[in-house]
T-cell receptor, first 114, second 113 residues
Framework: KAGVTQTPRYLIKTRGQQVTLSCSPI?????VSWYQQTPGQGLQFLFE???????NKGNFPGRFSGRQFSNSRSEMNVSTLELGDSALYLC?????????????FGPGTRLTVL | GNSVTQMEGPVTLSEEAFLTINCTYT??????LFWYVQYPGEGLQLLLK?????DKGSNKGFEATYRKETTSFHLEKGSVQVSDSAVYFC????????????FGRGTSLIVHP
């Protein structure tokens, strides 16, 4: 099976712009989660989507939003970018049920805000 | 709430040395425990997991035992290689809750030839 894929792998934006990141989960995985990874804060949970509905949400401002499509692919959007949004954004998918405790991560999108 | 504490790095070892990375956790239920590894420029990969007390997870020469009495899940490897250089994350997932994992801060391992 193909793993979790994320596009693009690298992005450079300027303050005030918006950005959309894309994630395709492993086939059969209906849950997709997004994380922000920075040297200072480590791995922080953004949100989780399941069957096109946001099921869990971390402690991030409303500038961070997401959605999931009927094929389980997910997008994450950040509006009005700030310098502090520079980070590695990781997407992870998982099964539901008994094996649902394991997250499978994509390679990440490296966002740099100038 | 749930939390994971792991030893701060970097951990610097010579090739073939013994590795231990300590991890302790706090959880209200009976979580599953994980070690993930992140190589430079990549996302996290599952290294091993254990789902109940006294279970031992193992993979690629790495091992960790779920110790409920000490709330620990220490990662060990008998002989590290240069290719093991990476960041290692301990995590827990509450199987009775949201399944959203709680991660430790990560421990950087540097192995010298």
């Amino acid at each position: 099976k193909a793993g979790v894929t994320q596009t693009p792998r690298y992005l450079i934006k300027t303050r005030g712009q918006q950005v959309t990141l894309s994630c395709s989960p492993i086939s059969g995985h209906r849950s997709v989660s997004w994380y922000q990874q920075t040297p200072g804060q480590g791995l922080q949970f953004l949100f989780e989507y399941f069957s096109e509905t946001q099921r869990n949400k971390g402690n991030f401002p409303g500038r961070f939003s997401g959605r999931q499509f009927s094929n389980s692919r997910s997008e994450m959007n950040v509006s009005t970018l700030e310098l502090g949004d520079s980070a590695l954004y990781l997407c992870a998918s998982r099964l539901t049920g008994a094996e649902g405790d394991t997250q499978y991560f994509g390679p990440g999108t490296r966002l740099t805000v100038l | 709430g749930n939390s994971v504490t792991q030893m701060e790095g970097p951990v610097t070892l010579s090739e073939e040395a013994f590795l231990t990375i300590n991890c302790t956790y706090t959880a209200t239920g009976y979580p599953s425990l994980f070690w993930y590894v992140q190589y430079p420029g990549e996302g996290l990969q599952l290294l091993l997991k254990a789902t109940k007390a006294d279970d031992k997870g193992s993979n690629k020469g790495f091992e960790a035992t779920y110790r409920k009495e000490t709330t620990s899940f220490h990662l060990e490897k008998g002989s590290v290689q240069v290719s093991d250089s990476a960041v290692y994350f301990c995590a827990l997932s509450d199987r009775g809750g949201s399944y959203i994992p709680t991660f430790g801060r990560g421990t950087s391992l540097i192995v010298h030839p």
